[in-house]
């Protein structure tokens, strides 16, 4: 199938890491022109090397902060001189979870995981809207989690910060029609940057990080018996944000294993 990606122009956010990266590589590999933000300096250049395909005009490389709304114009106003002022695909990924519970989080955590949550769609969607209004393919898509419709009481923020975003992204994929398309993913565990840091937080254990990920896999009842790969979510991505998924708005697509117990 072709996704009719090649020369779309697409903004990841958080795509110096990860699913991200991931996901920047493969656009770019579908002959997509793309811009990818972060905060971390060293790891935008180790992402700009990963990327580059020696054609320096495919790839726009910006340090930002999705939370800080004037970074994020900024940042528009990048990729519009460097696109000619269309957007075609806005992945909304930058981000991270909270392990915490009720008892454990203080009001300060709680603004901070919803603020996070719901201003790392808000910015960039009120930044970009006017170029991808310019497209005739434009399309949102949203990287969410399979906590926001099975909660996780041990990450009870994160859970309910994420219930709310797709409340948001279902509201916007109305509000935004015809022009512009809107769905999210929702992930299960997906081994990145992000879990080897928790990894590493639990390192006592004396695990190595294959047994630590075959025991969490167990734990979690994963049908498929293993953790996600940040390729197999970029493939779902992609192929949401592209022409080829022409007829498909305000769709959550579950990519978790199997992981997932409601109807
Ligand atoms: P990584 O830590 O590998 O990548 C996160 C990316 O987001 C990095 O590029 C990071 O760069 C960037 N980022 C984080 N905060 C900001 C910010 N405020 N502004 C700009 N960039 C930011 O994590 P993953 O690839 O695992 O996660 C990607 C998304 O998927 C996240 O939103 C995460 O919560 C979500 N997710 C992941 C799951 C998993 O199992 N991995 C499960 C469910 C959801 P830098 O820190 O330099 O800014």
């Not at 933000?37 to 340090?63: F, M, Q, Y």
Request: net charge neutral; proline share 3%.
């Amino acid at each position: 199938m072709d996704l009719r990606l090649a020369g779309a122009i697409a903004v990841v956010t958080g795509g110096s890491s990860g699913i991200g990266l991931a996901t920047a590589k493969l656009l770019v590999a579908e002959g997509a022109r793309v811009a990818i933000c972060g905060r971390d300096p060293d790891r935008l250049i180790s992402a700009a090397e990963h990327l580059s395909t020696g054609t320096a005009d495919n790839l726009l490389v910006e340090r930002c902060d999705v939370l800080n709304a004037s970074a994020v114009n900024g940042f528009a106003k990048k990729v519009l001189s460097w696109s000619n002022g269309r957007l075609d695909l806005l992945v909304n990924n930058a981000g991270q979870g909270r392990i915490s519970t009720f008892s454990d989080t203080s009001d300060d955590q709680w603004r901070e995981e919803l603020e996070l949550k719901f201003f790392s769609q808000i910015n960039p969607i009120r930044s970009f809207r006017p170029l991808l209004e310019v497209s005739d393919h434009a399309a949102i898509v949203s990287v969410n989690a399979l906590f926001s419709v099975e909660p996780e009481p041990e990450m009870v923020c994160t859970s309910a910060a994420r219930a709310g975003v797709q409340n948001l992204m279902k509201s916007l994929a109305t509000e935004f029609a015809p022009r512009i398309r809107v769905n999210s993913v929702l992930l299960g565990t997906i081994f990145t940057e992000q879990r080897r840091r928790r990894f590493e937080a639990q390192a006592n254990t004396g695990q190595t990080i294959d047994e630590w990920i075959n025991s969490q896999a167990r734990n979690k009842n994963i049908p498929l018996g293993r953790f996600g790969n940040p390729d197999e979510v970029a493939r779902a991505i992609a192929f949401l944000a592209s022409p080829a998924a022409s007829y498909i708005t305000g769709a959550s697509l579950e990519i978790s294993g199997g992981t997932s117990r409601h109807i």
